[in-house]
């Protein structure tokens, strides 16, 4: 059995939940694995998130029924997905050109990475002499703040969840508050960017498909939806930890190593 998908799935279940752009990481393996060059692998990235949007379907199952009931909160998801949307198409469409001319992945996961340390720094220095906001503090221009930073995830190397908890911690949302919403948030941009793919990229998928076969997107999706599911619910349980300035620090220094490692090698 080729290892390939299965590679591809685990990187794609663990890397979609860090600050550490999934579909970076994808395109980086791809090139790699099956020698797919950067714009295929960056569309491969987008498409392969339909594993992890049905781990967080399943995972936040009750919060999504939850929300459906919420009126005022379905209000904002849809505003959040339509900012993402607006910003993140027409940042998909040039990130071709920007690949082709050797756009550096790296920069910006090393960007997030410090953000979140030096966000981790901030909660530490502020945790008893600040108030944190929650679900029912969440206002339009909070959300529509939001929703535009998880758009610039349309970016390769710009981390959806790195950039979208990064924003809410630093306008001081509780951390399990702001990881919940922003695996949420992932679910629609997702789908989204799934179904945008496969309109506007077709033949990268194809070409894709042409490499590991239909059996083999099936398995790296499965395996991806695990691990996925798995990873989730492992940061959701660091996220309720009292010493969330921890996770910035670990998020953080991931997110710096991994970029350091691509441009020492890359």
């Given at each position: 059995m080729d290892l390939y998908p299965i590679i591809l799935?685990?990187?794609?279940?663990?890397?979609?939940?860090?600050?550490?752009?999934?579909?970076?990481?994808?395109?980086?393996?791809?090139?790699y694995l099956l020698n797919i060059n950067p714009?295929?692998?960056?569309?491969?990235?987008?498409?392969?998130e339909i594993g992890t949007v049905l781990s967080a379907l399943l995972y936040f199952r009750r919060d999504i029924y939850q929300i459906l009931k919420d009126k005022k909160m379905l209000y904002y998801i849809i505003i959040a997905t339509i900012f993402t949307g607006l910003i993140g198409a027409p940042l998909y469409i040039i990130s071709d050109k920007l690949l082709e001319?050797?756009?550096?992945?790296?920069?910006?996961?090393?960007?997030?990475?410090?953000i979140l340390i030096?966000?981790?720094?901030?909660?530490?220095y502020t945790r008893n002499k600040i108030k944190i906001k929650d679900?029912?503090?969440?206002?339009?221009?909070?959300?529509?703040?939001?929703?535009?930073?998880?758009?610039?995830?349309?970016?390769?190397?710009?981390?959806r969840s790195g950039i979208t908890v990064s924003t809410m911690l630093l306008m001081k949302y509780d951390p399990k508050f702001a990881f919940s919403l922003s695996y949420i948030l992932y679910i629609?941009?997702?789908?989204?960017?799934?179904?945008?793919?496969?309109?506007?990229?077709?033949?990268?998928?194809?070409?894709v498909i042409s490499n590991i076969g239909y059996y083999g997107i099936l398995t790296?999706?499965?395996?991806?939806?695990?691990?996925?599911?798995?990873?989730?619910?492992?940061?959701?349980?660091?996220?309720?930890?009292?010493?969330i300035y921890y996770i910035d620090y670990i998020l953080g220094s991931i997110a710096i190593i991994i970029s350091l490692i691509g441009l020492i090698y890359g």
């Open positions: 799935g685990i990187i794609q279940g663990i890397s979609e939940w860090l600050p550490i752009s999934s579909k970076t990481q994808i395109l980086i393996a791809s090139n714009s295929i692998g960056y569309t491969f990235g987008l498409f392969m001319n050797a756009y550096n992945t790296s920069i910006p996961m090393i960007i997030l990475g410090l030096l966000d981790g720094i901030y909660i530490y679900k029912k503090d969440l206002n339009l221009r909070d959300i529509i703040i939001i929703g535009t930073a998880q758009g610039l995830a349309a970016l390769p190397g710009v981390s629609p941009a997702a789908l989204g960017a799934f179904f945008l793919t496969i309109l506007a990229s077709k033949s990268n998928i194809m070409y790296a999706i499965i395996v991806s939806f695990i691990v996925g599911y798995l990873t989730i619910d492992i940061l959701m349980k660091l996220a309720k930890s009292k010493k």
